[in-house]
Nanobody
Framework: QVQLVESGGGVVQPGGSLRLSCTTS????????MSWYHQAQGNDRELVAF?????????HYADSVKGRFTISRLNAEKTVYLQMNNLKREDTGVYYC?????????WGKGTPVTVTS
């Protein structure tokens, strides 16, 4: 079955960096777009970054993270990454990896990020 496992979250000071990873299994990773979502406490999940399966497809970013976050993928490792730089307090929350297959959304359990001084 489809499995997504996020890692790399933690506690970091404002202005710091983290690199999140999402390892996957159970589907043909190279043929699907991958997304990262952010959920702050009490809020809905929001899309922060999306990367299509195509090798030349440009990534999509939420306005709030443009210029700070970078999504990338390594098909050979069936893994998608989210490099987060210049972190802000409002980036605090749980980050989820997502893939949509046949109209159904699959999620990992998330990895928590806390930005605090």
């Amino acid at each position: 079955q489809v499995q997504l496992v996020e890692s790399g979250g933690g506690v970091v000071q404002p202005g710091g960096s983290l690199r999140l990873s999402c390892t996957t299994s159970g589907f043909d990773f190279s043929m699907f777009g991958m997304s990262w979502y952010h959920q702050a406490q009490g809020n809905d999940r929001e899309l922060v970054a999306f990367l299509s399966w195509g090798p030349n497809s440009p990534p999509h970013y939420a306005d709030s993270v443009k210029g700070r976050f970078t999504i990338s993928r390594l098909n050979a490792e069936k893994t998608v990454y989210l490099q987060m730089n210049n972190l802000k307090r409002e980036d605090t929350g749980v980050y989820y990896c997502n893939v949509r297959i046949g109209g159904e959304d699959y999620w990992g359990k998330g990895t928590p990020v806390t930005v605090t001084s």
